[in-house]
């Protein structure tokens, strides 16, 4: 891994001195989160514009919901939905992230201008995948994954569940390097929520050194999960609902920039943007290197508008494991 400030960097992509926040753009009428909200063309545009000004660094657009039991949208369909969303966003300086199984969408994603893709099934779900993100150079986000999340969360039983997903993460990572995606633009995602049960993922979440041993940078997407609703509720209680979990979210990320993840992914952006900017400034106190200041007011506007690969330098998920 290609070590900045211990938590590597992704080739392609800018160089960020801190764990990078990934808003999310959700394209879609049935999001676990916020489906329907941002449906529209303009209106999702103007989402992730917004989010960059509260700090996104990077923006992940998606048209397909994958929480449990939802139907997939055809072809035609997620492409409509999302490559209008990442043309316009990228013509404003954007960096964009497609997030997508589909081999179509990230091609045209990328030639509109995305310079990541995200996805969830880490190519397993269309095998011409890897070979597209290959041939574009692009980078790519591996995730753990145990197959659709149809009639609710499958194969979650897990004897040791960091062994198991380091394993499996480590078998999928070899599987794409051996199609030709270079191995400094891999990225690897624990897939919090995605066939696990709330006690899963905390575990993966207080053992993320163990993902790091796997060499790559390490993308956490912790947002409004069902798990931060089992530990908000206690043993008795109800959950609260997804929006209600963004100040769980935010302590997630602070952790999570704690222990070196390269990005987290989340909804609410400006909450986790001032949490893992204490987490660097922490960091920088610990080891005598200070962090960057900005002038006043700057603080939610220092994303990724204008910032996008001419600017690198060297070269619902949800309810659960749902976008």
Known sequence: ??????????????????????????VTPDSFSDGGRWFDTTAAVKHGLDLVAEGADLVDVGGESTRPGATRVDEAEELRRVIPVVR?????????????????????SLAAGAALVNDVSGGLADPEMIPVVADAGAP???MHWRGFLQ???IHGDYEDVVAEVVDELHARVDAVLAGGIAPDRIVVDPGL?????????????AHLDRLHA?????????????????????????????????AATAAVSA???????WAVRVHEVRATADAVRVARALEGARTGARAPSSAPGTDHA???RGAGPAAETGGEHGADGTR
């Not at 400030?5 to 960020?16: C, E, F, H, K, N």
């Not at 316009?88 to 045209?108: I, P």
């Not at 929520?193 to 979440?205: N, P, Q, R």
């Open 255 to 261: 952790l999570a920039a704690h222990a070196g993840a």
């Open 88 to 108: 316009g966003l990228a013509s404003e300086g954007v960096v964009v992230s497609v997030d997508t199984m589909r081999a179509s969408v990230a091609a045209r």
């Open 214 to 246: 796997l060499g790559h940078p390490l993308l956490v997407a912790a947002s409004r999960k069902r798990f931060l609703g089992r530990v908000l509720a206690g043993p008795e209680g109800a959950p609260p609902p997804a929006r209600e979990r963004d």
């Open 302 to 304: 220092r994303g990724a």
């Open 151 to 153: 009639g609710g969360t």
């Open 140 to 142: 790519f986000v591996v």
């Open 1 to 26: 891994m290609n070590n900045l400030s211990g938590r590597g960097r992704v080739a392609g992509l800018p160089a960020w001195d801190r764990c990078a926040v990934m808003g999310v753009v959700n």
């Open 193 to 205: 929520g995605f066939s696990k049960e709330a006690e899963h993922d905390l575990s993966l979440l």
